[in-house]
């Protein structure tokens, strides 16, 4: 009965700490997830296309890109996708690599790495889905933003266009 009463006293502790620890660290020296949104056009026709290897199924496409942000982010984002075209289903996956250069809801300029991101996008319907995970700061205050991502179509040119909504932790002024 000891025993399971100190495994108990130990269990709430711990719990209690992590609890205090997680809401300490969302508003700890003013610093809050905040919502934002905004556009997005994906320059897709000044993609530099480095290296196209075949399969069975489609190809892996390697390729530097440019995509600029409007609304609440404001910037550029230096776009290395990995892109898994597969035509017989029709899918087209991209990860890899990119740092957004910009501001967030008025900052100061800040990068943000961010290699955790997904893009799905069906090939028949262009429709496009994705989410970014701006999250290893490289330069300006301390912000990370965590994105959804919509496709909502085509310039002329062949540019696409996304709308992006979601959040960002930054240090809120009082």
Same mark, same amino acid.
């Given at each position: 009965m000891r025993t399971? @009463?100190?495994a108990l006293i130990a269990t709430v502790?711990? @719990?209690?700490?992590? &609890?205090?620890v997680a809401v300490a660290d969302d508003h700890d020296n003013g610093?809050?997830? #905040?919502? #934002?949104?905004g556009t997005a056009i994906h320059y897709f026709t000044t993609a530099v296309i480095h290296s196209e290897e075949f399969t069975g199924n489609g190809k892996t496409q390697r390729s530097t890109d440019s995509i600029d942000l409007? %609304?609440? *982010? &404001? %910037?550029r984002v *230096? /776009?290395?996708?990995?892109?898994?075209f597969d035509f017989v289903a029709g899918t087209l996956v991209n990860t890899g690599q990119q740092v957004f250069s910009g501001t967030v809801l008025g900052s100061k300029p800040v990068l943000i790495y961010d290699d955790e991101f997904r893009f799905d996008v069906n090939l028949a319907t262009g429709a496009?889905? %994705?989410?970014v995970f701006l999250t290893e700061r490289i330069a300006g205050p301390r912000i990370k933003c965590e994105l959804e991502i919509v496709g909502t179509g085509f310039t002329p040119e062949g540019d696409g266009l996304?709308? /992006?909504s979601g959040r960002c932790k930054m240090r809120m002024n009082k």
């Open positions: 399971q @009463l100190t502790l711990f @719990l209690t700490s992590t &609890v205090h610093y809050r997830w #905040v919502p #934002v949104s409007d %609304g609440d *982010l &404001v %910037g *230096l /776009y290395q996708p990995i892109s898994k496009t889905t %994705g989410n996304a709308n /992006y």
